[in-house]
């Protein structure tokens, strides 16, 4: 099990939650797990909530998850890939009110430092305020 | 409930989701993401293709059924949001429902999920301006009135017109959104009309 929190990116796009966990391999390195997934069932722009639940389930580890989302129904989608996860392993899940990609940034900083999943979230949402 | 007439309700919100697929993109567009016809068209597509599994099912859980099956595929925010209404009105179904209150109470059950799940009360300019109407036109009717069902979701609907949006994509084009009908009003009134067309033998 990982002793960091791990990052997960959910877009409406392939290719942004592709960039994205790129960027944060580049700018943080490769201790924290990130899974990232975009496009609905059919390869198209949007989310799926079966993939979201299988990424979440890549990364996780004693520390939780941290999820960052783009818009709409990626959040909803996420939050439905959240609820079917057991009841313990919901607590450690917590989706991150922040911009897609800086947030996935800063989280996964936060998380390599050894932050805690309220730190990570508290980090990435500081990008709000 | 008869197989049958599950049958029939998946077929008839199917036929009426895949007639009116481009005009609910087409209203998208306008303030959206241009993707709710394509979506629906996508979940109602995967019920239909499990229609004689979920006609098998007690009333409850074939709602169940169909609403994870539309999480599952549609791919936008209305997966989870017609999800939640028809899982919620499913766990809230007796196993035997015997009158029109016990479906005003399971449609009241489900209304609330998508409240919940959406984060919104009304007047937003969503698929609540017709959901939230018919439940309290369900509840306070003492029998099944199928003509006043069919007013209170169209009134809902034209409502959402002259509404700014403060939910959702269109919120980020606030004034631009007054002038246009909110696609989800309008995909939740098409298939109140397909599920009153069941019940009216069409």
Redesign the interface.
């Given at each position: 099990m990982s002793n960091f929190v791990g990052i997960v990116i959910v877009s409406h796009s392939p290719n942004v939650a592709k960039g994205t966990a790129d960027m944060v391999r580049e700018m943080v390195g490769d201790e924290v797990k990130v899974a990232y997934c975009g496009g609905n069932a059919d390869g198209g722009l949007g989310t799926d909530v079966a993939t979201i639940h299988n990424a979440i389930d890549s990364v996780f580890g004693a520390q939780g998850v941290a999820v960052l989302v783009d818009l709409g129904g990626a959040e909803t989608n996420s939050e439905m890939a959240i609820e079917m996860m057991d009841e313990e392993r919901q607590k450690k899940i917590v989706i991150c009110n922040a911009p897609i990609v800086e947030g996935a940034v800063m989280a996964a900083t936060e998380a390599a430092g050894g932050g805690s999943l309220d730190e990570v979230r508290a980090t990435a949402e500081e990008f709000l305020s | 409930m008869e197989p049958e007439t599950i049958k029939a309700l998946i077929g008839r919100t199917h036929a009426v989701i895949l007639a009116h697929a481009e005009e609910l993109t087409d209203l998208d567009q306008a303030i959206g993401?241009g993707?709710h016809g394509?979506?629906m068209k996508?979940g109602f597509d995967a019920i239909a293709a499990a229609a004689d599994t979920i006609a098998e099912l007690p009333c409850g859980k074939a709602l169940e059924k169909a609403g994870m099956t539309l999480?599952?595929?549609?791919?936008?925010?209305?997966?989870?949001?017609y999800?939640?209404l028809l899982m919620a009105m499913g766990k809230a179904m007796p196993a035997e429902p015997a009158s029109p209150g016990d479906f005003a109470n399971a449609f009241q059950a489900g209304v609330e999920a998508v409240m919940k799940?959406?984060k919104s009360q009304g007047g937003e300019k969503t698929m609540l301006e017709v959901l939230l109407p018919v439940a309290a036109s369900l509840k306070d009717a003492d029998a099944l009135d199928i003509g006043a069902l069919r007013e209170t979701a169209d009134e809902g609907l034209a409502s959402t017109k002259d509404m700014k949006a403060t939910k959702?994509?269109a919120s980020f084009l606030g004034e631009r959104s007054i002038g246009h009908l909110d696609p989800g009003a309008r995909s939740s009134a098409l298939l109140i009309h397909a599920v009153c067309d069941v019940i009216e033998g069409k």
């Open positions: - | 993401d993707d394509i979506n996508r999480v599952m595929s549609v791919g936008g925010a209305s997966g989870p949001l999800g939640s799940r959406g959702g994509r």
